[in-house]
């Protein structure tokens, strides 16, 4: 069974940009999450889809941070336009149940210069 | 803000040694407390979780809470260099979710 895969695994991009960052959940699994590490910080959640209507965005930092999941499979983070505190390992995870064993993806490694 | 917290380490111990890392977490209603395990540049991996007051065994880990406390703890015994990683304590903040609350890890190295 194939893992929470995340695209992709580095972007470097300049302040102001757009950057759209995709994961693809483990099959069957129709709770998605988003969560963010900024460095030195902790993971922190960023949002939970629920097949695709957004459960919880508490934590989304800004309106500058778009999430989508059209059709309840892969899932989107875009952020336009990038700013430089916006840079981190970008990490999806997903599980089966609401509650049930959460398994994440590898992150994806976002620099803004 | 429900805050998590944990030595950052990094923490070393000898093969076959205990190694023994600790979290406290602020949220006195939080109900569900997990630890993940990440080697460098991979994702973080479920290897424990606890619900109520006591230990949990599995393996040569231990997972101890203690709600009254705010205290969560991981044991492993007989420490291999393959344990070598950052240790992530996790707490719920919501029943039937995985909104979780994560600390900033721990890093621990085994020595062979």
């Known amino acids: 069974e194939a893992g929470v895969t995340q695209f992709p695994s580095h972007s470097v991009i300049e302040k102001g940009q757009t950057v759209t960052l995709r994961c693809d959940p483990i099959?069957?699994?129709?709770?998605l999450y988003w969560y963010r590490r900024v460095m030195g910080k902790e993971i922190k959640f960023l949002l939970h889809?629920?097949?695709?209507?957004?459960?919880?965005e508490s934590g989304m930092p800004n309106n500058r941070f778009l999430a989508e999941r059209t059709g309840g499979t892969y899932s989107t983070l875009k952020v336009q336009p990038a700013e430089l505190e916006d840079s981190g390992v970008y990490f999806c995870?997903?599980?089966?149940?609401?509650?049930?064993?959460?398994?994440f993806g590898s992150g994806t490694q976002l620099s803004v210069l | 803000q429900k805050e998590v917290e944990q030595n950052s380490g990094p923490l070393s111990v000898p093969e076959g040694a205990i190694a023994s890392l600790n979290c406290t977490y602020s949220?006195?209603?939080?109900?569900?407390f997990f630890w993940y395990r990440q080697y460098s540049g991979k994702s973080p991996e479920l290897i424990m979780s606890i619900y109520s007051n006591g230990d949990k065994e599995d393996g040569r880990f231990t997972a101890q809470l203690n709600k009254a406390s705010q205290y969560v703890s991981l044991l492993i015994r007989d420490s291999q260099p393959s344990d070598s990683a950052t240790y992530l304590c996790?707490?719920?903040?919501?029943?039937?979710?995985?909104?979780?609350?994560f600390g900033t890890g721990t890093r621990l190295t085994v020595i062979p």
């Open positions: 889809f629920v097949k695709e209507s957004k459960q919880d």
């Open positions: 949220d006195r209603g939080s109900q569900s």
């Open positions: 995870a997903s599980s089966r149940g609401g509650g049930e064993k959460l398994f």
């Open positions: 099959s069957g699994h129709d709770n």
């Open positions: 996790a707490v719920n903040g919501y029943p039937g979710a995985n909104n979780l609350f």
